[in-house]
């Protein structure tokens, strides 16, 4: 089955995607240019004959990581789980997408190095000693069995739209977070950074392909995008918890609305939206929407850190200790 066989909304989006196929082969490629083909092991090492120096450092690094702050712990549990939630963003794809285009081989390759940071991550924290481990493993199989199906109608647009901004959005927040705890735990931010740096790169491929969609059928993705933009909500929404924790990780200043915003300018100035002409009725009105995002997540930021007093939070997996943040 080909992308023209997937469950889409319009034959019309069938054509696009089918003539973005050399696009997406193209990108393809010019990813594995970009990329650094890292593998956990390189990050922390479980080799029978690793060096005796390696046994020293895990001591240190347990030491360093009972210094962090508990913000930090929830930041890198919301990251790990975000990341182990994986296997949903694969079957999207696929279903988007079908299972016999280039997008099979984006898929399966992007797949590759996404496994690969929870991976990481998990073994980290395991040899870290960073959590209560039995609490966040029910916490993450509850998240796995919940699902992830966002209302987006079958649009594939909305797809390519929503992973431009989460590929960037999850890179801010594993960035934000090693940054936080590279002063006191060193290893962490070492791992987070790998992390990061993937996510910066997938990031470019999935904001190219929108921009070969917008190209194609300005109109329809305009109107996807502002359905996305409006209505984002991070892929771990779905964990138990999931506010609180998103709360800590924005009093910490490492995610949150105002991170958002950057985001969307970021993306609105390199599809260049404002600059689009010769659009539909419906175009005009999803472009005009979209201008006038930036200002209102910046007034939604400014209201919730003004009203942001100092608030007790406790989560079973840092050990159930008070948290005031």
Known sequence: MGAADAQLVTPDQVEVL?????????????????????FPNDLVRAD??????????????RRAARELPDSVRVAVAVNLLTEEGLPHFHRLIAVHFGESSPWVTWNNMWTAEEDRHGCA???????????????LERLQYSYIEAGFDPEWESDPYRLLAYTSLQEKATQISHANTGRTAGTTEPLLRRVLGHLAGDESRHY????????EILARDPNRALNSLQ?????????????AGFDE????????????PR???????????YWKVSELTGLSGEGNEAQDKLMKVPKRLARMADYVESKSAPRKFRFDFAYDRELTI
């Open 48 to 61: 029978t004959n690793a060096p005796a120096e390696w046994d020293e450092q895990i001591i240190e690094v």
């Open 18 to 38: 089918v003539s973005m196929e050399p696009a997406v082969l193209r990108e393809t490629e010019a990813h594995k240019e970009r990329r650094n083909l890292w």
């Open 245 to 256: 924790m998103s709360e800590v990780v924005r009093r910490a200043n490492i995610f949150g």
């Open 227 to 239: 359905k996305v933009v409006s209505n984002f909500s991070m892929p771990g929404h779905r964990i």
């Open 121 to 135: 991550l998990r073994d980290y924290v395991r040899d870290a000693r960073l959590f209560e481990m039995g609490a």
């Open 259 to 269: 991170q958002y915003q950057q985001i969307v300018e970021e993306c609105l100035d």
């Open 204 to 211: 470019v491929f999935y904001r190219e392909m929108f921009n």
